[in-house]
């Protein structure tokens, strides 16, 4: 696509696609195809890439900071079928040391987690049982990890703020394989 400026006070009068860029010194700028009077071909003013640069920044930086925190929210906990049926397990950094510790001294022990919407109760884990929650939270705690990665490399590649507000928790499984 071209580059075309138009003088401000021409606005009114024009037709035709184009996407606006920005304005400066009183002009507009928008990019285009084929675009007649009054539009001129022409290229960006540096202080309105700088501008537009800065201002993609500023997005993507509280776009990462939104991914961030999603992703500590999902570290929060993991689910484990261990015990035979569905539990949900803390993660905090407590939890995790807690569940190292016990995997690590291969023995069985006691560790808090809730079935669905009742409260958290300490069960009684063996051996095997612990070794699978372990490699049950390493498996969430990496696919949650990898997933916030990829969202955070593919919001690098979006050029517009409109792009970088648009993206979603959510839209990993749809640009998992384009990165």
């Known amino acids: 696509m071209q580059i075309y400026e138009l003088s401000k006070d021409k606005v009114l009068r024009v037709s035709g696609s184009f996407e606006y860029i920005g304005e400066i010194d009183g002009k507009v700028y928008v990019k285009g195809e084929h675009l007649s009077e009054p539009f001129i071909p022409s290229i960006l003013p540096q202080s309105l890439v700088d501008s537009i640069q800065l201002a993609l920044t500023r997005a993507r930086v509280e776009k990462e900071k939104e991914m961030n925190a999603k992703c500590n929210e999902l570290l929060t906990y993991f689910e484990s079928d261990a015990l035979g049926e569905s539990y949900i397990y803390d993660m905090s950094v407590e939890d995790q040391l807690n569940l190292l510790g016990l995997f690590l001294a291969k023995s069985d022990g006691f560790l808090r987690?809730?079935?669905?919407?009742?409260?958290?109760?300490?069960?009684?884990?063996?051996?095997?049982?612990?070794?699978?929650?372990?490699?049950?939270?390493?498996?969430?705690?990496?696919?949650?990890?990898?997933?916030?990665?990829?969202?955070?490399?593919?919001?690098?590649?979006?050029?517009?703020?409109?792009?970088?507000?648009?993206?979603?928790?959510?839209?990993?499984?749809?640009?998992q394989g384009t990165n």
């Open 113 to 175: 987690a809730r079935k669905g919407s009742e409260s958290k109760a300490n069960y009684s884990h063996t051996k095997a049982q612990i070794s699978k929650l372990y490699a049950d939270s390493l498996a969430h705690k990496n696919r949650i990890l990898s997933q916030c990665g990829v969202l955070k490399s593919y919001l690098l590649e979006l050029d517009s703020i409109e792009a970088i507000n648009a993206l979603k928790w959510e839209d990993y499984e749809n640009i």
